[in-house]
T-cell receptor, first 116, second 113 residues
Framework: EDKVVQSPLSLVVHEGDTVTLNCSYE??????LLWYKQEKKAPTFLFMLTSSGIEKKSGRLSSILDKKELFSILNITATQTGDSAVYLCAGIPQEGSGAGSYQLTFGKGTKLSVIP | ETGVTQTPRHLVMGMTNKKSLKCEQH?????MYWYKQSAKKPLELMFVYNFKEQTENNSVPSRFSPECPNSSHLFLHLHTLQPEDSALYLCASSQGQTYNEQFFGPGTRLTVL
């Protein structure tokens, strides 16, 4: 059974701190890993990582995938109160890789709280 | 505003009721998804449609019945639900390859009494 584990489950930091969120995965016929930010209801897409070792950046956020060790990290530098949210990662398999090939497995999320 | 709308935003129903959730996307995407998010559980994929064809039914009970009349609209028909079906139901859409960047709607908060 596919599994995605995120750590820590919750984190409290002060504004300006740098944080690293972790996501490890066990996904059959793995294709890509997705990161989302969920503030109130709808998750918003952050990154899709398919290649190992290539960092993706968007402003103060960056992420990288290690397909050998089966994990990804999401870094947020100079955190702001607006970064407070639940961060979700999900592993997806190759399309057409058999039964359940569209199965998208989410982790439980990391709840980040940034205090002024 | 992500370009994906869901109605209603809140729904309370009894176990014998029949109701439908509606999702509409204005992004020209070809793939649409239903997710269930329960308290303290990971997000669960329920159904995937790609070009109106259902490509995934993730062992969802038959009391949930999806309908995708065209690439812009997705429905989730509900009947004889159980209290444990109370959750946030999220719709999403994406363009091109399934699971490319997904845009989520605001969700419908469903309570089953």
């Amino acid at each position: 059974e596919d599994k995605v584990v995120q750590s820590p489950l919750s984190l409290v930091v002060h504004e300006g701190d740098t944080v690293t969120l972790n996501c490890s995965y066990e996904v059959t016929n793995f294709r890509s890993l997705l990161w989302y930010k969920q503030e109130k209801k709808a998750p918003t897409f952050l990154f899709m990582l398919t290649s190992s070792g290539i960092e993706k950046k968007s402003g103060r956020l960056s992420s990288i995938l290690d397909k050998k060790e089966l994990f990804s990290i999401l870094n947020i530098t100079a955190t702001q109160t607006g970064d407070s949210a639940v961060y979700l990662c999900a592993g997806i398999p190759q399309e057409g890789s058999g039964a359940g090939s569209y199965q998208l497995t989410f982790g439980k999320g990391t709840k980040l709280s940034v205090i002024p | 505003e992500t370009g994906v709308t869901q109605t209603p935003r809140h729904l309370v129903m009894g176990m014998t009721n029949k109701k439908s959730l509606k999702c509409e996307q204005h992004l020209g995407h070809n793939a649409m998804y239903w997710y269930k998010q329960s308290a303290k559980k990971p997000l669960e994929l329920m159904f995937v449609y790609n070009f109106k064809e259902q490509t995934e039914n993730n062992s969802v009970p038959s009391r949930f019945s999806p309908e995708c009349p065209n690439s812009s609209h997705l429905f989730l028909h509900l009947h004889t639900l159980q209290p444990e079906d109370s959750a946030l139901y999220l719709c999403a859409s994406s363009q091109g390859q399934t699971y490319n960047e997904q845009f989520f709607g605001p969700g419908t908060r469903l309570t089953v009494l």
